[in-house]
């Protein structure tokens, strides 16, 4: 069976980036897993528990097909993580040890946020073995190099949009919109002569 891994410096990272991709995956076989490296606690809005975001994920990632024993967490503090490269990159050696994936999901090489660039620098020296796909969050990249493309459906689109909805706590952010995540998805893939997909930076392809 094929195993593939996201690596989401904080929880929904991967479902607003790769929702679809992983949706998809994940119903035609993939034994899809998902890491987590900070509960984001310093920036949980009022009104909300501590750690809501690790049970928003675990809901979330059900729609996408990932059972929450294939769930793992952290505890880095948010926009920290330059601070902890070394206990990073420590846990990423045991996710693959333990999962073993063919393939990795992570943020692309020009994500300007601290925790995502981390996460991407030590992530390819974890994973440099692996197939490594870096993934696309509009509002945090400046330049982003499209170049290895997933072809959805509308059922892959509707799995990721109930899992976004699972993040309650983030509805107030500008890019929590069905719209802007439905409307990227037609130009990705009016890039590749379809109606819809997700793009993500070839970092390594291993044949």
Not at 57 to 86: N, W
Not at 124 to 139: H, I, Q, S, T
Not at 175 to 185: E, K, W
Request: net charge negative; glycine share 6%; proline share 6%.
């Amino acid at each position: 069976m094929t195993r593939a891994l996201i690596l989401a410096p904080h929880p929904d990272d991967g479902e607003f980036s790769s929702g679809g991709t992983i949706s998809k995956m994940s119903k035609e076989g993939t034994e899809f897993w998902y890491a987590a490296f900070s509960p984001c606690t310093k920036s949980v809005p009022k009104g909300f528990e501590k750690d809501v975001l690790y049970q928003e994920l675990e809901r979330a990632a059900g729609h996408l097909g990932i059972p929450p024993e294939r769930i793992k967490t952290f505890q880095f503090p948010v926009r920290d993580f330059p601070e902890h490269r070394q206990p990073i990159l420590e846990e990423m050696i045991k996710l693959r040890s333990s999962i073993n994936p063919d393939t990795v999901f992570m943020p692309n090489s020009k994500d300007v946020h601290q925790d995502h660039h981390v996460i991407y620098e030590e992530g390819v020296r974890a994973f440099k073995n692996c197939n490594m796909l870096g993934y696309e969050l509009p509002w945090n990249s400046f330049h982003f190099s499209n170049d290895f493309f997933v072809k959805l459906n509308m059922d892959h689109l509707d799995d990721k949009w109930r899992a976004i909805q699972e993040y309650k706590s983030q509805a107030f952010r500008q890019y929590s919109d069905r719209a802007l995540f439905d409307g990227l998805a037609r130009v990705r893939g009016s890039k590749v002569n379809t109606e819809y997909a997700e793009a993500f930076e070839l970092i390594r392809w291993i044949v």
